[in-house]
């Protein structure tokens, strides 16, 4: 019986040893998942997701003039986005120059801000993977231009947003001699000054632009296709996993449900993007 204590001693100790690394391991895996994702961590410490949005007036973004709420399909995305998430959302307006930065600085913690997907974004950036829309750039031109074509501003000055994806096509595929300005007002602005025979942006700022404003009666958008078109999905920092596990489970349930289609729809976007109902299909047909 005196032989059997030392191992009985022993075995004890080993148990205990056993459960008590066994804690510590849990508690640095608990540890390590709690700072995992800084994005998360943040916003479980504010109580509230920042959401960088771009108002350039319009269905898909604008300044309600009576509430001086942002209004429109990208606040109503962001909105939706928080709502998904489970906490309380803080809207701030960014400007093409500037968005990308806001994100990186974290005065954002994302950005649903008409930037479409490319290589070289995703090379600095995180993002959702599934999308919200798909958008592709156009040219609005006045009417007596004699712009039809995109080869046909080959050698003449485009304007563009500054950041804008468009600008590498426009000068590198096509020749145009291109400028950038702060924002897409300003590009616009210079058009209409005679600074360049183009403005190009997001088809979604175009063409409800000149088909609903008096003051572009002079202008239409007469190229067919579209240049450089690309997934509009939501912004993240780099690396940060698990918010962007979170962001994109929002957004399939959108596809899901059919809760973007409905959207498109009630803030008057036409027309109809045909991309919806595919990713409908596509993410219906995934579950």
Known sequence: ????????????????FA???????????????????ATQDKIREKGKVTIGVLVNGGVFGSIDPATQQLVG????????LGEGLGVPVELVQVQTATRVQFLLSGKVDLLI??????????ESLGYAPTPFYRVGGA??????????????????????SQGSSFAKPLANDYGAQV?????????????????????VHDSTLIHPLLRSNPEWADYHAPIASEILPADSVVWTRKGEADTIAAVDKVIRDWHRTGWLIETEKRVGITPPN?????LHDQVVKGS
């Open 179 to 199: 400028k950038g300005y702060k924002s897409s007002s300003d590009s616009l602005l210079a058009l209409k000054g005679g600074l360049c025979v183009a403005a």
């Open 73 to 80: 399909w990208n606040p109503e995305l962001a909105r939706k």
């Open 1 to 16: 019986m005196a032989k059997q204590e030392p191992t009985r001693r022993l075995a004890r100790f080993a148990r205990r």
């Open 19 to 37: 459960l008590r690394s066994g804690a510590a391991l849990g508690l640095l895996v608990c540890m390590g998942l709690a700072h995992a994702d």
């Open 139 to 160: 040219a609005a031109t006045r009417k007596n231009s004699g712009i039809k074509t995109w080869e046909d501003l080959r050698g003449k000055p485009v304007c563009v």
């Open 274 to 278: 045909p991309v919806l109902p595919q």
């Open 113 to 122: 801000a008409s930037m479409e997907l490319n290589p070289e974004r995703a």
